[in-house]
T-cell receptor, first 109, second 114 residues
Framework: TQLLEQSPQFLSIQEGENLTVYCNSSSVFSSLQWYRQEPGEGPVLLVT?????EVKKLKRLTFQFGDARKDSSLHITAAQPGDTGLYLCAGGSQGNLIFGKGTKLSVKP | NAGVTQTPKFQVLKTGQSMTLQCAQD?????MYWYRQDPGMGLRLIYYSASEGTTDKGEVPNGYNVSRLNKREFSLRLESAAPSQTSVYFC?????????????FGDGTRLSIL
């Protein structure tokens, strides 16, 4: 059974701080996606990474896929209250997605 | 620009009752999915439909049935609801069923079984 472990589970920081959240597995994934989910809404895709070692940037968010395609990280620079939400990673497996349990981020003004 | 629409948004049922959750997408996507999201468990795939006319079991299919009514619509049915099925249910769609394809989610149905 393929599993994705996300850490930390909860993170509460002040506006302007930097943070990194992690997504780890013992399995290799063909691709990895990051989603953000706000209360009362469905997840919204942020990025897809498909190549080992790939780095993608989305404004203040930097995503990295591990060389062995077993792990990924999301780094946020100068966090803002609008970054608050549940961050989910999802690994591609045989056409479907396996989701991690998420990191719940709270950014306080 | 609706995307994926789920109805109802909220529902309370008694144990043993049945109900159907509706999902429709307007993006002309081929593949559709039903997930449940529980605290501490993340999103788990219940059923999926890779294309119109096909459906397959996901990770947690027991107690559920699905119907791919046409390309736009994919419904989830609980025949005899149980308290363990209390959850938030999300429908999603993607252009193709492939691991690197983004999935577009509805805003969920919050279901409580008493």
């Amino acid at each position: 059974t393929q599993l994705l472990e996300q850490s930390p589970q909860f993170l509460s920081i002040q506006e302007g701080e930097n943070l990194t959240v992690y997504c780890n597995s013992s399995s290799v994934f063909s691709s990895l996606q990051w989603y953000r989910q706000e209360p009362g809404e469905g997840p919204v895709l942020l990025v897809t990474v498909v190549t080992g070692g790939e780095v993608k940037k989305l404004k203040r968010l930097t995503f990295q896929f591990g060389d062995a395609r077993k792990d990924s990280s999301l780094h946020i620079t100068a966090a803002q209250p609008g970054d608050t939400g549940l961050y989910l990673c999802a690994g591609g497996s045989q056409g479907n997605l396996i989701f991690g349990k998420g990191t719940k981020l709270s950014v306080k003004p | 620009n609706a995307g994926v629409t789920q109805t109802p948004k909220f529902q309370v049922l008694k144990t043993g009752q049945s109900m159907t959750l509706q999902c429709a997408q307007d993006m002309n996507h081929n593949s559709m999915y039903w997930y449940r999201q529980d605290p501490g468990m993340g999103l788990r795939l219940i059923y999926y439909s890779a294309s119109e006319g096909t459906t397959d079991k996901g990770e947690v299919p027991n107690g559920y049935n699905v119907s791919r009514l046409n390309k736009r619509e994919f419904s989830l049915r609980l025949e005899s609801a149980a308290p363990s099925q209390t959850s938030v249910y999300f429908c999603a769609s993607s252009n193709l069923r492939a691991s690197n394809q983004p999935q577009h989610f509805g805003d969920g149905t919050r279901l409580s079984i008493l």
